[in-house]
């Protein structure tokens, strides 16, 4: 299983999330790392898990505010291997395009993430993974819910045929809460497109959790309370 870590980022620090309850985010406090420095969190997340890409949730901007810009920037410069998955409350391709035209050469690093919660119609879920219209950046879909519900104005989750390759199953009550995977869901998605690769997002509490979810269908999983717990041994690099 592929681990993806997260940060959470809230007025330029790492936040824990928890059960996507976004107002009451507090600074992370960390077994693995005593800082809430955006930086240096991904650093050590990234040297945990071994991993090359780093996905990033701009809670500034989920909540109506604008691109933590100079953030983004930083974790750029400073770890010039990654590739950093950003979901930024993006509402349709032209938003992505202008954060890409605003970090300039750097852009080609990010991948957007377009979450079902963000995007605003149908029109703007085909344009976002037409190539032409994300100016190559392969970008991601993130289908959301919490507590049963979809966040899906746009109506994303019935409309596999528009998915792209890959697809994060995103349960938002189970992130940072440690109760597993939502594995009824993930494998409902897998048998709607079976050759999409997805990605599961809440809830892992330890390797089993991962065994189950691999065995449901997902290829990777987004991590963060569990790395910072210490209840994921370090991957060899």
């Not at 650093?43 to 500034?60: F, G, K, P």
């Not at 995103?170 to 939502?182: K, N, Q, S, Y």
């Amino acid at each position: 299983m592929n681990l993806i870590p997260v940060i959470d980022l809230l007025a330029g620090q790492v936040v824990r999330a928890r059960r996507g309850d976004r107002k009451t985010y507090q600074p992370i406090v960390s077994a693995l790392c005593a800082s809430s420095e955006p930086v240096t969190v991904a650093r050590i997340l990234c040297e945990h898990c071994a991993a090359r890409q780093l996905y990033v949730a701009d809670l500034d901007a989920l909540q109506g505010g604008t691109v933590q810009l100079a953030t983004v920037l930083r974790l750029l410069q400073a770890l010039p291997e990654l590739e950093l998955w950003l979901d930024a409350g993006f509402a349709d391709a032209a938003a992505a395009r202008a954060l890409w035209a605003a970090i300039g050469p750097l852009a080609g690093r990010i991948v957007p993430v377009f979450g079902s919660e963000s995007l605003h119609s149908r029109d703007a879920l085909e344009a976002c993974f037409d190539p032409a219209g994300t100016h190559g950046n392969a970008g991601i879909l993130s289908l959301d819910r919490r507590d049963g519900q979809r966040l899906d104005a746009a109506g994303c989750w019935d409309l596999p045929a528009l998915w792209p390759q890959r697809v994060i199953v995103m349960t938002l009550e189970r992130v940072g809460a440690g109760t597993g995977p939502d594995l009824q869901t993930l494998r409902s998605v897998a048998r709607q497109s079976p050759a999409t690769q997805l990605i599961g997002a809440g809830g892992i509490a330890s390797e089993a959790d991962l065994a189950q979810a691999r065995e449901a269908g997902a290829s990777a999983w987004l991590v963060a309370s569990a790395l910072h717990d210490l209840r994921l041994p370090k991957v060899a690099a």
